[in-house]
């Protein structure tokens, strides 16, 4: 059995960039950093940070596309694909990039995200969280359950 399998988690170097392919089908390729940090055998901090290519089709693309921006956080997890073209100048070009299966965006920074979007909450009619003058911290709205008890008869199926 084989595996080809990448998750990594970081931010993003560049806005994506959204493209259409002959099919109609949306692509959108940016980049991810990764930066690993550890003390070197004399205690000073060393950082190595890694750029990542990744390439999203479909209605992902279209996701990406339009909630991320440079700097945002986000995890992907797909399969490493190398590929390989002919360039303006008759040499071979070459790019690993990752081919993502699945993504999830990261935790929105303090004074706004990349997504922060507000048109989305209020369609559905949920009321938007208001950040607390006393604390930093979102107060979260509960959800209001109804007292009455449900009979298990009384279900359909």
Wanted: net charge negative.
């Amino acid at each position: 059995m084989y595996l080809n399998k990448a998750i990594i988690f970081g931010n993003l170097t560049r806005d994506p960039e959204r493209r259409t392919l002959p099919s109609g089908a949306g692509v959108t390729s940016f980049a991810i950093a990764t930066t690993r940090t550890w003390k070197d055998k004399n205690g000073v901090k060393q950082e190595d940070t890694q750029f990542h290519n990744c390439v999203a089709f479909g209605p992902q693309a279209d996701t990406i596309a339009q909630y991320m921006k440079k700097g945002s956080s986000m995890m992907v997890e797909g399969r490493i694909q190398n590929r390989s073209w002919d360039g303006p100048d008759g040499q071979k070009k070459y790019r690993t990039e990752i081919v993502i299966d699945t993504f999830q965006f990261g935790p929105k920074r303090e004074g706004g995200g990349a997504y922060d979007n507000p048109a989305p909450a209020q369609q559905g009619g949920a009321k938007p969280v208001q950040a607390s003058q006393n604390s930093p911290a979102q107060e979260l709205e509960t959800i209001q359950y109804p007292d009455e008890e449900i009979n298990p008869d009384d279900i359909p199926f």
